[in-house]
């Protein structure tokens, strides 16, 4: 393969890599504001009893409760946002009674440890903010290294001419 393929070829990976670092970044930050958002809110949400329907040994701990005259069930624990440091949730054998706080707007949606850490909020939007930077980075030096290859050789643009 000619030299010049070759480069094409590296340039076009490194694109594709950079690309996909900075979509990374975006969707992890859209998910961290998302995600504390309704942690955040999950503190004022109606409580209801709820019963344990498996142990979770298996992965699949769930349970069950009744919001607003429906009865739902669900796996969620905590929010991705939850404080880390907190200690282990312990899971009540099957048939013990638990506290479940739902939505009320969507009594699907409910959670056994309500809240968010912001430490970990600010965590998550650090580690987006990092990705997305580098790929935006990379991705802009890339197109300019691709340009001053295909100047130098007097090619046609390979990745048009956006700067």
Known sequence: MPEDAVTK????????FFILLTVAGLA?????VRDFGEAR????????EGV???P?????????????GRSYESSRIAFLTSNFLAPAYQKPAPGGAIAVRYDPEDGARAVLRPGGSGGVFAILLGLAALLAFVGLGGLIRTLILGQQIEEENGDTPMFGRAL
């Open 56 to 68: 979770g040994e298996d992965g699949r701990f769930r349970y069950a409760y009744v919001a607003d």
């Open 52 to 54: 344990v329907l498996s």
């Open 41 to 48: 809110a999950s503190v004022s949400w109606p409580r209801t």
């Open 28 to 32: 992890l930050g859209g998910v961290a």
């Open 9 to 16: 070829v590296e340039l076009t990976v490194a694109l594709a």
